[in-house]
């Protein structure tokens, strides 16, 4: 493929996800974490405290809320410091609400607001991935590109005003800073010193969006030291270079996380901290006095997210749920999660990686390999001619170097093994296995993987580039098409899909109580029937005042005859010998979230048996889908039950 075909494929795809991505934002009511996170981004610029919803840190809500102050009037109530909030309690919730109940005709403006600079963010670091990486070639990096931009968990949550998405850009910027500081060697000699600051910084853009990079930070060393005994071999003496270099790194980190807090609270002796979490407590006790150089607020937001991992909350899959926790939650989610091409890949990947490891390793293999695929060429240290080549490749598509070079294998090890801290750090954590969004920082490791497998099986069965790529676009496009304007929703196909009863996942993997605007205007195409009851159950932090839907609220009797209507040990007989007149016509309409028994996603004012009802539903086909997250059910209940507090419509 020339490269201009490249470029045009990839502004097209470009263009394509920042059109699903806007349409979304447009669409989309507020998801779960989204008024609190709005209203915290809003807190943090006008009031200066950055430690609102502090269980994440502060830098990507800055990246709404300057342009959301500067455009925006948002009524939000005056808070509370963030101090004053005890680990667990998410005042920001309420808050936000409040803030949607002052403007109940304009918070929908401020929310696409708040979301448009977080999608020019994550389109544009595609551009990132694409040239970040020379030591890959040109087509593994264009692949990898398409499956970032197109990707259902980039396309679902890269509009949202949550750090998920946010995270993979971060870790595209690590890995292109430290791959480029390890190739040029500066850390031998301590020359080009601006490499190694770039690493620190991004660290500290790391640090600063996810707790989550704490305790990659702390593996980071395995992948530097690893990189360099694939590339050439290590000693002691550069072994201990590489751990000084990193811990220098972790304090440029440290400089950039106290200026995101504002310089506050830092020096403050671990004992005075009022931690939650056994694991901080712990901590807090042993150390005693001594002063932590991290801000106050900033280990507040790890024992919160500690507190929530020392609960735990139970995992689930296609209906079933798991009380402690899946430790393979994360590598079969990520298959539900992502879309068909990148099953595909992957299984192609399985295969290739194990045989060319062999190739590398193995010298008998070694000397009949085949030579092709994915050129690394030190432009420092190849002649002329080699670079002239590589000029070439760029343009077209044919692959004329070798995969056995070793500094392409160290940038290979390098991926898989951020893939494997990631995926390693939240399974080790399975009481929390909850969310495959947590896996963001590893997505861009695993799409540039994907990138180098198909790249090889290319190069190796010399089929057209061109062809593979039109495949693979229309089955993409496919996989866009059925799930529009649904991607935070999104199922692959061969898990059962968006639609399947009961869920595959739940919580906001799944609904996040995305499509209440849906609903509303759902609600408004479809008047209610001459004689029949409609009752509404869906979950939203937005103010009930601002939304335009009936509050008539199922009752324990209405769920109840829901349930025996579809269970299997009811009878037609029964309701055969009622006439028309006994019966009246009922629709009930169900957020799906809600019959998944996460402690969050509940009506707050009724009762135990009512929750334990809905979750029964769960198993019902519905009647009608208005959204793969919002069903209705339709059925005859007799008038002559009690239906005691119900409130008609």
Not at 245 to 262: P, S
Not at 321 to 338: H, R, S, T
Not at 576 to 583: A, G, Q
Request: with cysteine; proline share 7%.
């Amino acid at each position: 493929m020339s490269k201009r075909a490249r470029s045009q494929m990839l502004l097209l795809v470009g263009l394509c996800s920042a059109v699903v991505l806007l349409t979304q934002a447009f669409l989309k009511s507020p998801v779960s974490d989204e008024v609190g996170q709005f209203y915290a981004s809003v807190a943090t610029v006008r009031y200066g405290d950055p430690a609102y919803y502090r269980v994440n840190p502060p830098l990507h809500r800055w990246v709404s809320g300057v342009v959301v102050e500067a455009l925006c009037d948002v009524p939000i109530p005056r808070p509370y410091p963030a101090s004053m909030m005890v680990s667990g309690n998410r005042a920001e919730f309420p808050m936000g609400t409040r803030a949607t109940e002052a403007s109940p005709n304009t918070y929908r403006w401020h929310f696409l607001v708040g979301r448009i600079p977080r999608i020019m963010v994550v389109v544009g670091f595609a551009w990132v991935l694409l040239r970040g990486f020379p030591m890959l070639s040109l087509r593994s990096r264009t692949i990898a590109t398409v499956l970032y931009l197109t990707s259902p968990l980039t396309l679902g949550h890269g509009w949202t005003m949550m750090p998920d998405a946010l995270s993979a850009c971060t870790m595209i910027l690590l890995m292109l800073t430290t791959l480029r500081w390890l190739n040029d060697r500066c850390w031998l000699n301590d020359r080009c010193w601006v490499n190694s600051v770039l690493v620190g910084v991004a660290w500290g853009a790391c640090l600063n969006v996810k707790f989550t990079y704490c305790p990659i930070y702390l593996l980071w060393p395995l992948l530097l030291v690893g990189h360099e005994a694939v590339a050439r071999r290590i000693g002691w003496g550069n072994f201990m270079r590489l751990g000084l270099n990193h811990f220098g790194h972790g304090v440029i980190a440290l400089l950039i996380t106290i200026v995101v807090y504002e310089g506050k609270d830092v020096g403050v002796p671990m004992i005075n901290h009022l931690f939650a979490s056994e694991l901080l407590w712990s901590l807090a006790t042993r150390l005693g006095s001594l002063p932590s150089p991290l801000p106050t607020q900033y280990l507040m937001g790890i024992d919160e997210q500690q507190l929530f991992i020392q609960r735990g909350v139970p995992s689930y899959f296609c209906g079933t749920f798991y009380p402690e926790g899946m430790w393979w939650y994360y590598i079969v989610g990520v298959f539900a999660k992502e879309q068909i091409v990148f099953l595909g890949v992957c299984a192609l990947l399985a295969v290739w990686l194990p045989i060319q490891a062999i190739k590398r390793f193995y010298p008998p293999l070694l000397r009949q390999r085949k030579k092709f695929g994915l050129a690394v060429v030190d432009q420092a240290t190849s002649p002329p001619s080699t670079i002239q080549s590589q000029e070439h490749v760029a343009s077209s598509s044919t692959i004329t170097v070798n995969t056995t070079d070793p500094r392409f294998w160290s940038a290979v090890w390098f991926l898989v093994g951020v893939v494997t801290v990631v995926f390693g750090i939240l399974s080790w954590n399975w009481q929390m296995a909850l969310n495959v969004r947590y896996l963001f920082p590893g997505l861009p490791a695993c799409y540039l993987l994907l990138g180098v497998g198909l790249d090889a099986w290319l190069a190796e069965t010399r089929l057209s580039t061109r062809l593979i790529y039109a495949i693979g676009l229309t089955v993409i496009a496919f996989d866009i098409a059925i799930a529009w304007p649904h991607q935070f929703a999104y199922i692959n196909p061969l898990f059962g899909g968006s639609y399947r009863t009961p869920t595959v996942l739940h919580d906001s993997n799944f609904d996040g109580g995305q499509d209440v605007w849906t609903l509303e205007k759902w609600d408004r195409e479809h008047p209610i029937p001459e004689g029949t009851r409609r009752y509404y159950a869906f979950y939203t932090d937005i103010a009930r005042s601002a939304i335009n839907l009936p509050k008539s609220v199922p009752s324990e009797a209405i769920l109840e005859a829901l349930v025996e209507s579809r269970s299997e040990d009811s009878s037609d007989t029964s309701t055969l010998e009622l006439s028309s007149e006994d019966v009246v016509p009922v629709e009930v309409i169900i957020a799906r979230c809600l019959q998944a028994p996460a402690p969050w996603h509940r009506l707050w004012e009724e009762s135990e048996r009512f929750h334990d009802l809905v979750h029964q539903t769960a198993t019902i086909v519905p009647d009608e889908f208005i959204s793969p997250t919002v069903v209705v059910y339709r059925f005859e209940f007799e008038k002559l039950q009690s239906d005691h507090g119900e409130e008609s419509p």
